[in-house]
C-alpha cells in the first residue's frame, strides 16, 4: 500500500509541475522530462552494455546501468524512484533484457547502414588569403569532406617530409546527413619551389589518398616576360612588311625606266579551224586600220582560187564575204595597160602605196 501511495504522489507532483499556469500568472521556468537510452558495443556484440537515464530540467536523477543491474538515484526525488523501481522483480527483469532485446537487436538491423557502410573522403587544398596577424603569401587549408564513418587521419608533407608541427585541425564535425567533415591548416607560410601533399587515410580507401600542391608563378613576372615577347614579334612582322614594301618599291622603280616597244600588228592573220572531212578552214582575220582604200573592180588571186570582190575597199569586202586576202595575193584594178591585161599588185604593194 506504501508503493501504491508512492506513485500516486509522484503522479499528482509530476501533474501539478506540469499544470499550466493560472490566470493573470506568469511562467517562473520551463520544466523539461527527458529519458535517454544509449547502448555501448565493443568488438561487435561480444560486449554490451545498456544505460538509461532519468533526466528532469536538464538535471539526471536516476540512472539504470546493465553492467550494474540496478536503478541508481542522484537526488531525493531518484532515490525514491530507484528504490521503487528495484524492489519490483518485474522491472528489473525487463531493464535487464534490454541489452539483447534494445541493443543487440538494434545493432543488428542498423550493421549494414552503420557499421558497414563507407562513404570515401574528397580531398582537396586552397590557399587562404593572409591576415594582418599572419603576414606573407597565405596559409594552406586541406578539406576532408563528406566521409563515413567519422575515424580518419589526416597530415601534411612537404616533399617526402611529414610536417607534424605548425599543424592545426578542427574537429570532425556532423554534416547531418550520417556524413563529417574535416579542415587541416597548415601554419606554415608556403615557399616557392617547394611541393606540399596533404596525405588522408580512411577506412574507406585502399590506400593513402595524397593531393599535391605548388605555388604558381609570379603574376607581375610572367606579365612581363609576356609583354616583352609580344613586343618581339610585333617587331618582326613590323620588320618583314617594312621589308616587302621596300622590294616592292625597288622593283617598280626599276621597272618604270625601260621603255615598253609596242609590237607591230599582226597581218592577216586567221584562225585555222578543221572540218569534219579533215581539212582546214582560216577565219577571215579582222579588217586593220592600215588597210588601203580601193575602188573600183578587183580580182583576187592566190595560188589555186580567185575569185572577183566589188567594194570600196578589198580588205573590208573580203572580211565581210569571209574570203582571205593573204599577204602574196595579186589584186587586178579595172582598166587596161599594157597588152590590154590590168595592171596587177600584191596586197604589200598596196599598202605601202608602191606603183
Known amino acids: 500500500m506504501g ?25 517562473s521556468g520551463v520544466f523539461q522530462y527527458m529519458l535517454k537510452a544509449e547502448c555501448y558495443f ?11 537515464r532519468q533526466i528532469y530540467n536538464r538535471e539526471q536523477y ?42 543487440r537487436h538494434n545493432y543488428e538491423v542498423s550493421r549494414p547502414f552503420i557499421t558497414e557502410r563507407r562513404v ?3 580531398v582537396s587544398i586552397s590557399l587562404v588569403p593572409a591576415s594582418s596577424s599572419q603576414p606573407g603569401p597565405g596559409r594552406l587549408l586541406c578539406s576532408v569532406m563528406d566521409f563515413y564513418p567519422a575515424a580518419i587521419q589526416v597530415r601534411w608533407f612537404q616533399g617526402q617530409q611529414e610536417l607534424s608541427e605548425h599543424v592545426v ?19 606554415t607560410p608556403p615557399r616557392r ?44 612582322f613590323v620588320a618583314l612588311g617594312l621589308g616587302f614594301y621596300v622590294r616592292k618599291k625597288v622593283r617598280a622603280g626599276a621597272g618604270g625606266g625601260v621603255a615598253a616597244v609596242a609590237e607591230p600588228p599582226e597581218r592577216d592573220k586567221g584562225i585555222r579551224t578543221k572540218n569534219s572531212n579533215g581539212s582546214q578552214n582560216r577565219d577571215p582575220p579582222k579588217t586593220p586600220p592600215w588597210a588601203p582604200k580601193i575602188g573600183g ?25 569571209g574570203s582571205v586576202l593573204l599577204p602574196g595575193t595579186r589584186i587586178r584594178t579595172g582598166g587596161t595597160g599594157n597588152g590590154g591585161a590590168a595592171p596587177q599588185k600584191t596586197l604589200s604593194q598596196w ?5
Open 169 to 187: 585541425a578542427t574537429d570532425v564535425v556532423a554534416n547531418g546527413d550520417w556524413t563529417y567533415q574535416l579542415l587541416v591548416l597548415l601554419e
Open 3 to 27: 508503493l501504491g501511495a508512492a506513485a500516486g504522489a509522484l503522479l499528482v507532483a509530476l501533474g501539478v509541475l506540469g499544470a499550466p499556469p493560472g490566470a493573470g500568472a506568469e511562467l
Open 297 to 321: 573592180r578587183v580580182r583576187a588571186s592566190s595560188g589555186s582560187s580567185r575569185g572577183r570582190l566589188r567594194a570600196p575597199s578589198v580588205a573590208l569586202r573580203a572580211h565581210r564575204a
Open 42 to 52: 565493443i568488438n561487435g556484440t561480444e560486449n554490451v552494455r545498456f544505460v538509461q
Open 120 to 122: 570515401p573522403p574528397s
Open 62 to 103: 536516476a540512472m539504470f546501468d546493465s553492467d550494474v543491474g540496478l536503478w541508481v538515484g542522484f537526488t531525493p526525488f531518484g532515490e525514491m524512484n530507484a528504490k521503487y523501481w528495484n524492489s519490483d522483480p518485474a522491472i528489473l527483469e525487463h531493464k535487464r533484457a534490454q541489452v539483447d532485446t534494445y541493443c
Open 193 to 236: 619551389g617547394l611541393s606540399y601533399s596533404c596525405q588522408v587515410e580512411h577506412v574507406s580507401l585502399e590506400q593513402p589518398l595524397r593531393r599535391h600542391w605548388e605555388m604558381p608563378p609570379d603574376a607581375g613576372r610572367s606579365k612581363m616576360l609576356t609583354g616583352i615577347g609580344g613586343l618581339v614579334l610585333g617587331s618582326v
Open 351 to 355: 599598202e605601202s602605196g608602191v606603183e
